[in-house]
């Protein structure tokens, strides 16, 4: 006996429902459909930061960093900054006083995102890794953004990250 289910879930929500599914035994195929009726939203980023973002990935990860700091910014209130004249990332703060530096450095060039957190934040993570640094470095866990898969585990460091700035 087959059973149809149909789920209807973000590209941002598929990895966590396919892990679901996975654990719990499911066999399944998968199917995706493009919907051509849908309109984009405009980009709500400077178009400065988003040059950056086009044009300092790899061409086949710049949707995944535009995708991300997208929704930082729209979903929530990040502020994104280039980083200086000289360098080539875009720095992710929460909105008001800054007590604290940027919760997410967004280095497109290197394919990465680096998140002001405790070390052992990136212990059990799937994507994320504590990175070799000075034990003043503010940044220590790494995503590298190569995959849309990783998306969800960004976003999740990303609001763990900015609640910490903001709690400072």
Not at 6 to 23: F, G, M
Not at 113 to 134: M, S, Y
């Amino acid at each position: 006996m087959a059973i149809k289910v149909s789920i209807h879930a973000s590209p941002e929500e598929l990895p966590a429902l396919i892990d679901a599914l996975a654990a719990h035994g499911a066999e399944f195929s998968l199917h995706a459909t493009a919907r051509t009726t849908e309109t984009p939203l405009p980009s709500v980023l400077d178009p400065e930061v988003l040059a950056l973002l086009r044009t300092r990935a790899a061409s086949q990860y710049a949707d995944l960093f535009v995708s991300f700091v997208e929704k930082e910014v729209r979903e929530h209130g990040a502020i994104a900054e280039l980083g200086t004249e000289k360098t080539s990332y875009v720095k992710l703060y929460v909105p008001g006083p800054r007590k604290v530096g940027a919760y997410c450095y967004v280095r497109p060039d290197r394919g990465c995102l680096d998140f002001r957190l405790p070390i052992e934040t990136a212990e059990g993570c799937r994507f994320a890794a504590a990175r070799n640094v000075q034990a003043d470095n503010a940044h220590p866990v790494r995503l590298p953004l190569t995959t849309a898969d990783a998306l969800p585990e960004a976003h999740r460091l990303a609001r763990r990250a900015a609640e910490e700035a903001e709690a400072a």
